[in-house]
């Protein structure tokens, strides 16, 4: 049997009945990191792992939902005025189930068999992958239209609003618009996206530090309060600025001196990082793959040093990443503090780049690092 039958009898077993079965992807970002939340540039592409529910409707106005991972069922009703975050995994679902009801999409009550394996806390959006499988599901049942767009903003607000992280839109939107082979550029301020194809001679690797810092949450929130901060001071000099995505290098030359030297650091990343994505989605596209690799060479200096999101770890994976032959750019990716990087390499330097890579490492701090090489996946979908 597989794992899609499996799932479909585990739903009968659990709740009874026929389910329909649906899919929403992991991300991996190539190139972009906190600029979402600045209305700019990323390019993530969805990943072949994926959050999967089985799903049918139920005529009472209210959702149950088993976690096959975490082994538990819990119980909402839809029409609760108050709706309160419990802070687990179910929070997702709630709040995604919240946020499309705040947006006037009439959904109905269901059941829901949830399974995963996109890696938990290692920045390849696992919580991402969750709220949009939920929200395309909820629709889905209710024979709500296909909005994608739409969706992947219900479900940021779930996470904004319901979760309490002020992400950006980057995760859902890759899970909601993915398409095999491809990454997504997208202008995160109008929301137009490219698929952009990925150079066949090179290979998209995946390496997870397995360090998971718990200050991830926080500290995303405090970068995102000094953007602000920096868009604040510019502003009262330069009135077209709305968001860090209109300030250049060169108002940043002039008007550094409003700014601190730390929250200066924060608004250089974010400028000179937007500047990165759009160069490095050209270069991908034109097979350009040693610039390409250079950009992220260098967003992963931007990030460490002006953003300091980085860790030890991971330093160290993209130090020795950078040494081994048929290894072009090497950076972390998510929303730091650990988590994984990703690391484009030509397709003949695959096989070595894992072996040195995971021994390398091991001997550098003691851990394996798990590696998987991407095959970018379809955006969210109903998978039978
Ligand atoms: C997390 C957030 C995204 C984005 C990245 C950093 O994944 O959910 O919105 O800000 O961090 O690029």
Same mark, same amino acid.
């Given at each position: 049997?597989?794992?899609?039958?499996?799932?479909?009898?585990?739903?009968?077993?659990?709740?009874?009945?026929?389910?329909?079965?649906?899919?929403?992807?992991?991300?991996?970002?190539? %190139?972009?990191?906190?600029?979402?939340?600045?209305? &700019?540039?990323?390019?993530? +592409? /969805? !990943? $072949?792992?994926? @959050?999967?529910? =089985?799903?049918?409707?139920?005529?009472?106005?209210?959702?149950?939902?088993?976690?096959?991972?975490?082994?538990?069922?819990?119980?909402?009703?839809?029409?609760?005025?108050?709706?309160?975050?419990?802070?687990?995994?179910?929070?997702?679902?709630?709040?995604?189930?919240?946020?499309?009801?705040?947006?006037?999409?009439?959904?109905?009550?269901?059941?829901?068999? %949830?399974?995963?394996?996109?890696?938990?806390?290692? &920045?390849?959006?696992?919580? +991402? /992958? !969750? $709220?949009?499988? @939920?929200?395309? =599901?909820?629709?889905?049942?209710?024979?709500?239209?296909?909005?994608?767009?739409?969706?992947?903003?219900?479900?940021?607000?779930?996470?904004?609003?319901?979760?309490?992280?002020?992400?950006?839109?980057?995760?859902?939107?890759?899970?909601?618009?993915?398409?095999?082979?491809?990454?997504?550029?997208?202008?995160?301020?109008?929301?137009?996206?490219?698929?952009?194809?990925?150079?066949?001679?090179?290979?998209?690797?995946?390496?997870?530090?397995?360090?998971?810092? $718990?200050?991830?949450?926080?500290?995303?929130?405090?970068?995102?309060?000094?953007?602000?901060?920096?868009?604040?001071?510019?502003?009262?000099?330069?009135?077209?600025?709305?968001?860090?995505?209109?300030?250049?290098?060169?108002?940043?030359?002039?008007?550094?001196?409003?700014?601190?030297?730390?929250?200066?650091?924060?608004?250089?990343?974010?400028?000179?990082?937007?500047?990165?994505?759009?160069?490095?989605?050209?270069?991908?596209?034109?097979?350009?793959?040693?610039?390409?690799?250079?950009?992220?060479?260098?967003?992963?200096?931007?990030?460490?040093?002006?953003?300091?999101?980085?860790?030890?770890?991971?330093?160290?994976?993209?130090?020795?990443?950078?040494?081994?032959?048929?290894?072009?750019?090497?950076?972390?990716?998510?929303?730091?503090?650990?988590?994984?990087?990703?690391?484009?390499?030509?397709?003949?330097?695959?096989?070595?780049?894992?072996?040195?890579?995971?021994?390398?490492?091991?001997?550098?701090?003691?851990?394996?690092?798990?590696?998987?090489?991407?095959?970018?996946?379809?955006?969210?979908?109903?998978?039978?």
């Amino acid at each position: 049997m597989g794992a899609r039958d499996a799932l479909i009898e585990r739903f009968r077993n659990i709740f009874g009945g026929e389910a329909r079965l649906y899919r929403a992807p992991g991300r991996v970002n190539l %190139i972009g990191e906190h600029t979402d939340y600045n209305g &700019g540039f990323v390019l993530p +592409a /969805a !990943l $072949e792992q994926c @959050t999967w529910i =089985a799903a049918a409707p139920r005529p009472e106005r209210r959702l149950r939902a088993h976690s096959l991972r975490e082994k538990t069922t819990l119980e909402f009703d839809l029409d609760d005025p108050a709706p309160t975050p419990r802070h687990d995994w179910s929070d997702y679902v709630r709040g995604v189930a919240v946020m499309l009801q705040r947006d006037n999409q009439a959904i109905g009550g269901a059941d829901l068999v %949830i399974d995963s394996d996109v890696p938990i806390g290692s &920045g390849l959006s696992s919580s +991402a /992958a !969750l $709220e949009v499988a @939920t929200g395309f =599901a909820l629709l889905d049942l209710a024979h709500l239209p296909e909005d994608r767009t739409r969706l992947a903003l219900s479900c940021q607000r779930a996470e904004n609003e319901f979760v309490g992280m002020r992400c950006g839109v980057m995760d859902q939107f890759a899970s909601c618009h993915g398409a095999a082979d491809r990454a997504l550029l997208i202008d995160c301020r109008s929301l137009e996206f490219r698929l952009t194809p990925i150079d066949p001679s090179v290979r998209l690797v995946i390496c997870n530090s397995m360090v998971h810092h $718990e200050l991830a949450g926080s500290q995303y929130n405090v970068r995102r309060a000094q953007c602000e901060e920096a868009v604040a001071r510019l502003s009262a000099v330069l009135p077209g600025v709305r968001e860090l995505r209109d300030v250049t290098m060169d108002d940043l030359t002039r008007h550094g001196g409003l700014l601190s030297e730390v929250v200066l650091r924060r608004a250089r990343h974010i400028v000179t990082e937007n500047e990165r994505v759009v160069r490095a989605a050209d270069a991908l596209a034109a097979g350009e793959v040693e610039t390409c690799g250079r950009l992220m060479r260098e967003s992963h200096v931007s990030m460490r040093d002006d953003y300091e999101i980085s860790c030890k770890e991971i330093d160290i994976l993209v130090d020795l990443a950078s040494k081994i032959p048929g290894v072009l750019g090497a950076r972390m990716t998510g929303g730091g503090f650990g988590g994984c990087t990703i690391n484009l390499v030509r397709v003949d330097a695959v096989e070595r780049f894992g072996a040195e890579i995971a021994e390398s490492y091991k001997a550098a701090t003691g851990i394996t690092a798990p590696l998987l090489v991407c095959r970018p996946g379809a955006g969210a979908g109903v998978a039978n």
